[in-house]
């Protein structure tokens, strides 16, 4: 009998992050969970014997890279590293604490993590390895009214595209990325009473994403009606997005 499939998830004590956790644990993997709340953590576990160890991580903080590696340690092994920690919001004021909080966490976090990721599995050639981030539509096109959070999207859907090729250029034929592009997602945090457009359950976004991953999808955009938005919006002339008003609630999305 072969050994369980250990998935390591960071970002995982709510929304898309804590779906995937609980679907993939269905489906017998092992999992490790990481976020920032310890006592959520410790409860999550509790509640799936399959979520076999936890771990407080602050992708923003530099300690961060070592909660990862113990994380790993725990969990016994990473087949699958996937992340879900991110945050976002419309901030058409442009309030400096918000355009900060959100690089730090979706660019400079998700670096410091995805690269600790990318290394173990550089040294761990044996395994067949898998590293998934949740990154957003927003990625693909500039949204005025949220401007850190589309472009910090926008630098995950870039580093991972490079790492893609770094990855054949070092010959690492044991390593699959894929880049997960979510719309308007229905969870807790979308909690400002905003008309978000084709809100979709998070529970169908995770079994969609899951399906993705198990045909080692490199870009997995869901569900179909935002690879139809996507499609078309991107056919807009540069001149022409600039002078639409695409989104015009208080706040987009916290993930």
């Known amino acids: 009998m072969s050994e369980p499939k250990r998935a390591i998830i960071i970002g995982a004590t ?6 995937v956790a609980r679907q993939l644990s269905r489906k017998g993997w092992q999992i490790g969970i990481a976020g920032r709340r310890q006592q959520l953590l410790q409860e999550i576990q509790r509640q799936d014997l399959n979520i076999v160890a936890t771990q407080c991580i602050d ?5 961060a890279v070592e909660g990862l590696k113990t994380l790993i340690g725990k969990t016994g092994g990473m087949d699958l590293y996937f992340h879900s920690s991110g945050i976002g919001y419309q901030n058409p004021l442009l309030d400096f604490e ?12 998700f670096t410091r993590m995805v690269l600790t990721a990318f290394k173990y599995y550089q ?9 998934a981030v949740i990154s957003s539509i927003a990625g693909t096109k500039g949204l005025g009214a949220a401007p850190s959070y589309s472009s910090t999207k926008r630098y995950v859907n870039h580093y991972l595209e490079c790492l893609v090729q770094l990855s054949h250029i070092k010959g690492m034929k044991n390593l699959t990325i894929s880049d997960i592009r979510p719309g308007f997602v229905r969870t807790p945090l979308l909690k400002d009473g905003g008309d978000y457009p084709f809100q979709l359950d998070v529970e ?9 991953l198990e045909k080692k999808k490199s ?8 690879r139809i938005i996507v499609f078309f919006w991107r056919l ?4 022409i997005w600039v002078r639409m008003n695409v989104v015009n609630k ?4 916290e993930k």
Do not use: C, F
Request: glycine share 8%; hydrophobic share 40%; charged share 25%.
């Open 14 to 19: 709510s929304g898309i992050g804590l779906a």
């Open 59 to 63: 992708v923003t903080s530099e300690d």
């Open 98 to 109: 918000k355009e900060m909080n959100t690089v730090q966490t979706n660019a400079v976090g």
């Open 123 to 131: 040294e761990h050639s044996e395994i067949k390895g898998h590293i």
């Open 204 to 212: 169908k976004v995770a079994a969609e994403i899951i399906r993705g």
């Open 219 to 226: 870009i997995i955009t869901v569900d179909w009606k935002y």
């Open 236 to 239: 807009v002339p540069r001149w």
């Open 250 to 253: 208080k706040k987009l999305i």
